[in-house]
């Protein structure tokens, strides 16, 4: 699959690494692999290789709670191919799933998850996850198995 899914946030000298690691497995249902990375003075946890799982998780928690305008204008376009969502730090831990802006997150930071793509642009992949609405209503809905056509 040429969809590649990663995730970073940092780690403050006031957290404890064990809450952010359980917000990772909230996020994903289960204990993924993190590594500990540094960039400059910031320490992160860090994955990639992600499987589409957690695509799915987003895909029906942001259909579930209807708030598919709040994904389409917190995401970011960073290039062509890439596209990021900022996942809420303390909501994770709480096992809830809220998307902010990267300048707009809580006190202790935000999750990122970059989607990157060789074969689809990032505009499209955000098509996919999270539509153009009219009213509440996706104006061309999606089922989850089209991600397999941006392979």
Known sequence: ???TISVKTPIYPTEEKEKI?????????KKIKLKLIKEGENNFLYSSNIGIGLLKRIFSDIRQKKFLDTVRACAVIEDEYTLLL?????ALYSKRIAVVTEDTSSPFGHVEIRLQTEKNTAEEILDWLAPKTEKGKELSPRSFREIYSFS
């Open 1 to 3: 699959m040429t969809l």
């Open 21 to 29: 690691e359980k917000c990772f497995e909230n996020l994903f249902d």
């Open 86 to 90: 900022y996942l809420h730090k303390q």
